[in-house]
């Protein structure tokens, strides 16, 4: 099972059974794999060996599913958030920023895919949902006496945002090269 699944559950304290354990970090991977919108409750139930039944009476529904999942993803993702929103200085808050997308475990990959996937859909695309970090790398560029330091915080965050869709691709020790480039290019 997937590590944020399992914390996640111990994390809140609702009683989750084994069976719903599993149809979580199945209902993840395909998620992640094929889209939301292209995988069945019958995939999941096959996979997970459940009735897709017990599907129904856990998630109330297919949207309930990807709810749990998101509510999951959006406590990860705050998690990541406030890494960076509690840098004190300048240059810590910049090498946080850098550092946090080489920092995720291979084993989450599931959930950052679907994180990207889902930012595709009307109903789960959220345009201010880093703005708190934007406005905070925002913030570190200008203490650093940077000539725009808006316009550096948003290249930084759509170059991180490249470099985490290519490391979910192809790994991420393909990837940290770039991560020693960012480091030496902002004096890091």
């Given amino acids: 099972m997937h590590t944020f699944v399992s914390e996640y559950l111990l994390n809140n304290k609702t009683k989750v059974t084994e069976k719903q354990q599993k149809i979580l970090a199945v209902a ?3 998620f992640a794999k094929e889209g939301y919108n292209a995988v069945p409750t019958k995939a999941i139930a096959e996979q997970a060996d459940v009735s897709e039944a017990l599907i129904f009476r856990h998630f109330k529904s297919k949207q309930g599913l990807l709810d749990a999942l998101y509510q999951q993803c959006g406590e990860r993702v705050q998690f990541v958030k406030n890494s960076v929103l509690e840098a004190t ?7 946080r920023a850098i550092h946090w997308v080489f920092t995720i475990d291979e084993e989450e990959y599931d959930y950052w895919k679907l994180q990207y996937k889902l930012k595709w859909e ?3 695309y ?4 880093m703005k708190d970090v934007i406005d905070k790398v925002t913030w570190a560029f200008e203490q650093l006496g940077y000539e725009q330091p808006a316009f ?3 290249l930084l965050e759509k170059t991180l ?3 985490m869709i290519s490391m979910l691709r192809d790994g991420k020790q393909v990837h940290i090269h770039l991560r020693e480039f960012l480091l030496k ?3 890091l």
């Fill in 122 to 124: 009307d109903s789960f």
């Fill in 185 to 187: 290019k902002y004096s």
């Fill in 126 to 129: 959220d345009p201010n949902k």
């Fill in 89 to 95: 200085e300048p240059n810590e808050c910049l090498r």
């Fill in 161 to 163: 945002d490249s470099v």
């Fill in 152 to 154: 550096e915080a948003q």
């Fill in 28 to 30: 993840l991977e395909l």
